[in-house]
């Protein structure tokens, strides 16, 4: 792009709750070092959002949310540039600690972002980076699974597997020989959900999950991944998981968990959270953009399909309004995306 816009569309809050989103212009800012400045085409959203949103300060400063993005590239900072060119159509989650995505531009680091998936739409692109980066981490990172490395004899329990993480966990999962991956869901369309994905069993997370799982011939599990409710769960996979066994947890705890019950086999708890790289700017943060890089030849390949449940609408705080709530219901499978602008007249 020779220029750039002053200004741009956004959607964002100005103060703390029960402050409402709303549609504004923001300034537009030129790239520098290792960033990029992207054309945003379509954003999904994830509970993350919600709890920025809720956590806004009442500091009068505006604040824009969002941070899976699918884009095109509209000019280079000096050292984004040996990675990419303006046209690269990319894909991305960010840095939390930075404004997001649900803005007409937005600036993100280069080594956190990749080519997206050539075959898939802009809004299906958008739906994967959070939730594909963060059960890439926790399975293959945490869990040291790999794709294509056998793990014969191993469960793997997926607990939240409607979600848009599990919808994805399930996918990655089913991409390791041999593992036997069992997924939670409480209603028969997320059952027949986790079951599209992939998921080999399903059992009902509102019920006791032992007893489930002894029916399914199942004493105990490898590896879970808790991607919900880690207060309601943890102690019942503590008692699933088998001796050196691995349990990864996603989500905050709100009262301190009983550690001690992993203690006699000699079981882990360890934690995925996607933005630790981003955050600490870890000499490793550049592994992000790879993750992404492997995500897209997956998709490109055919070997995961799209977590993308339904398309909203434009990017519009009267849509972001509704996703936001649908999202704080609890119930959603796979992921909610957004894309486009109504009108995108940029104040050049
Ligand atoms: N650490 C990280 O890096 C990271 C990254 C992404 C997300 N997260 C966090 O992980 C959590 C899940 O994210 P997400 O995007 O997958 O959320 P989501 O899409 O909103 O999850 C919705 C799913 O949660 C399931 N669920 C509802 N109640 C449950 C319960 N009691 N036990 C187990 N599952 C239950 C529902 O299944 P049913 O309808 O079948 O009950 C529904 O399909 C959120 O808290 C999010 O903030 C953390």
Redesign the pocket.
Known sequence: MDFLPKQMQAVGILAAPPSPLIDMSLPVFAPQGWDILATVEAVAV???D??VRQRKADDGQAAVLGWDAAGTVAACGADAAAKFRPGDAVYYAGDVNRPGCNSAYQLVDARLAARRPANWSAAEAAALP??G??AW??LFERLGYAPDAPAEEQTLLV?????????IAIQLARLVPGLRVIA????P???G??RQMGAHEVV???QPLRAQLQAIGVETVQSALL???PD??FAALAELVAPFGRIV????FSRPPEINLLMRKSASLS??????RSSFQTADMARQGEILASLAELAEAGRIRSTLRENIGELSAANFSAAHAR?ER??????LALSGFANRQEQI
């Open positions: 994830n509970p993350a919600c709890r959070l939730t980066l963060t981490e926790a607990v939240g597997g409607a979600g848009g993480v599990g919808s939670t869901a409480s209603r369309e997320s059952v959900w986790c009902d997370h509102s991607l919900n409710r309601e769960h947890n996603i989500v905050p934690w995925t959270y996607m933005f630790t999202l609890g119930d959603t499978m796979g992921k």
